[in-house]
């Protein structure tokens, strides 16, 4: 049987070759940062990782991770609730509610797997999610996983949340459940009318805050401070992979209740491996970091505002963004790709985007700004913007 499948996947794989967009893996062989070595021997600048604050390599992380694999061991070899609860789980557990304001934590091995355990556990088919049309797939796994009933409302917009809110009005428990950040685009939705739309038609709110965590608000505490509303939604799942160290790790947090429930119930967290210690240690360490000094946040901001900036005036088509994400608009997948490309020979490492990870016709280069960057980075990557979008047309 399997001679005629893998005649059928070689010719996909060889239409998805010929249409430009096969994804090739580039081999990184030095640690993540600004400027990393690829394979070849090259340096390149790194604007496409989520390495926000510049934390991936930060010398206050390793030392943490080194000092919880000397006290703790390597792996747990275990699930929580058996033997792979240690004190760190615990303490990095309440580091998290502090931070976003909750009342308890529940770690995850990912980000995919806090957003896909969430639902089941908490509803029926007597329920309503009521989703962003532009959640990430974590979130649309999730809720294929549960029974409760259906409603997908315009991304960020309140008029269709609200007709969707009406729709299930007969649900016995309804939860609106939206990205911070919508990690294509860079988008912020209006999270405050949001809360109030839930207090008026009896819902509850759940935030995924994996690219707005660190990022968004004056002191990176998300898309609840950035709108003076902390305390106020029932649940926000996020990562440790993307501005809190760049490592692994998911967790949701919120009412007490509701987290005590999801590790009664929670499928991924019940029958997943605990977090090594040394991860949880560095967890632990970043967030007294980041309760310490504003320093890195204070310098992203800056070094987004001046990226986009530059990146308008040079005339590019830039999506509004609240956030460190900044999508070049290119609209052809093919294009994104071959631009993308040209960078890299630019010395910039960025990566083209397109269908499915886009809707179709709505290819971009999403470029992703870092505490670690600093003015000289950012001035040659708009250099390079400037020279390769004149020779393949995209600016004038």
Same mark, same amino acid.
């Given at each position: 049987?399997?001679?005629?499948?893998?005649?059928? %996947?070689?010719?996909?794989?060889?239409?998805?070759?010929?249409?430009?967009?096969?994804? *090739?893996?580039?081999?990184?062989?030095?640690?993540?940062?600004?400027?990393?070595?690829?394979?070849?021997?090259?340096?390149?600048?790194?604007?496409?990782?989520?390495?926000?604050?510049?934390?991936?390599?930060?010398? +206050? %992380?390793?030392?943490?991770?080194? +000092?919880?694999?000397?006290?703790?061991?390597?792996?747990?070899?275990?699930?929580?609730?058996?033997?792979?609860?240690?004190?760190?789980?615990?303490?990095?557990?309440?580091?998290?509610?502090?931070?976003?304001?909750?009342?308890?934590?529940?770690?995850?091995?990912?980000?995919?797997?806090?957003?896909?355990?969430?639902?089941? /556990?908490?509803?029926? +088919?007597?329920?309503?999610?009521?989703?962003?049309?532009?959640?990430?797939?974590?979130?649309?796994?999730?809720? @294929?996983?549960?029974?409760?009933?259906?409603?997908?409302?315009?991304?960020?917009?309140? +008029?269709?949340? *609200?007709?969707?809110?009406?729709?299930?009005?007969?649900?016995? #428990?309804?939860?609106?459940?939206? =990205?911070?950040? #919508?990690?294509?685009?860079?988008?912020? /939705?209006?999270?405050?009318?949001?809360?109030?739309?839930?207090?008026?038609?009896?819902?509850?709110?759940?935030?995924?805050?994996?690219?707005?965590?660190?990022?968004?608000?004056? &002191?990176?505490?998300?898309?609840? *401070? %950035?709108?003076?509303?902390?305390?106020?939604?029932?649940?926000? &799942?996020? &990562?440790?992979?993307?501005?809190?160290?760049?490592?692994?790790?998911?967790?949701?947090?919120?009412?007490?209740?509701?987290?005590?429930?999801?590790?009664?119930?929670?499928? $991924?967290?019940? #029958?997943?491996?605990?977090? /090594?210690?040394?991860?949880?240690?560095?967890?632990?360490?970043?967030?007294?970091?980041?309760?310490?000094?504003?320093?890195?946040?204070?310098?992203?901001?800056?070094?987004?505002?001046? #990226? %986009?900036?530059?990146?308008?005036?040079?005339?590019?088509?830039?999506? $509004?963004?609240?956030?460190?994400?900044?999508?070049?608009?290119?609209?052809?997948?093919?294009?994104?790709?071959?631009?993308?490309?040209?960078?890299?020979?630019?010395?910039?490492?960025?990566?083209?985007?397109?269908? /499915?990870?886009?809707?179709?016709?709505?290819? @971009?280069?999403?470029?992703?700004?870092?505490?670690?960057?600093?003015?000289?980075?950012? =001035?040659?990557?708009?250099?390079?913007?400037?020279?390769?979008?004149?020779?393949?047309?995209?600016?004038?």
């Amino acid at each position: 049987m399997y001679n005629n499948f893998k005649e059928f %996947l070689t010719k996909e794989i060889q239409d998805i070759r010929d249409a430009g967009l096969y994804k *090739e893996e580039r081999i990184i062989v030095s640690p993540q940062g600004a400027e990393i070595t690829l394979e070849s021997g090259k340096k390149v600048l790194n604007f496409c990782a989520n390495n926000y604050l510049g934390l991936s390599n930060h010398p +206050e %992380l390793v030392k943490a991770a080194k +000092e919880g694999l000397d006290h703790h061991g390597y792996g747990m070899s275990s699930v929580r609730f058996i033997c792979g609860t240690t004190d760190l789980h615990k303490k990095l557990e309440q580091k998290i509610a502090e931070f976003f304001g909750m009342e308890d934590t529940i770690l995850y091995a990912a980000a995919f797997d806090a957003n896909g355990g969430v639902f089941e /556990p908490l509803l029926t +088919e007597q329920d309503a999610i009521i989703s962003d049309s532009l959640n990430h797939a974590s979130i649309i796994d999730g809720v @294929r996983l549960c029974k409760a009933q259906r409603f997908r409302y315009q991304s960020a917009d309140m +008029e269709d949340l *609200e007709t969707q809110l009406k729709a299930a009005k007969d649900a016995r #428990f309804k939860v609106i459940v939206t =990205d911070g950040v #919508f990690s294509m685009d860079g988008h912020v /939705p209006n999270v405050k009318r949001m809360v109030e739309l839930a207090n008026q038609y009896d819902a509850m709110v759940m935030i995924d805050e994996s690219h707005s965590a660190g990022v968004v608000g004056k &002191t990176g505490r998300g898309v609840t *401070e %950035l709108f003076d509303i902390r305390g106020q939604v029932e649940l926000i &799942t996020g &990562t440790l992979g993307k501005s809190f160290g760049g490592a692994i790790g998911g967790f949701t947090t919120g009412k007490k209740e509701i987290i005590e429930m999801l590790r009664q119930r929670s499928r $991924p967290y019940l #029958f997943s491996n605990s977090l /090594p210690p040394m991860v949880v240690n560095a967890g632990i360490r970043m967030f007294e970091m980041m309760s310490e000094t504003n320093e890195l946040q204070d310098k992203l901001h800056a070094n987004t505002d001046y #990226f %986009l900036g530059k990146m308008t005036e040079a005339g590019f088509d830039i999506r $509004p963004t609240q956030s460190a994400i900044c999508a070049v608009m290119l609209y052809d997948a093919k294009l994104s790709q071959d631009m993308a490309a040209k960078l890299l020979d630019e010395g910039i490492y960025v990566i083209g985007f397109y269908y /499915p990870v886009v809707a179709k016709g709505q290819a @971009r280069i999403r470029v992703q700004l870092s505490a670690a960057h600093t003015r000289e980075h950012l =001035d040659k990557t708009i250099n390079a913007f400037i020279k390769v979008g004149r020779e393949m047309g995209v600016i004038k």
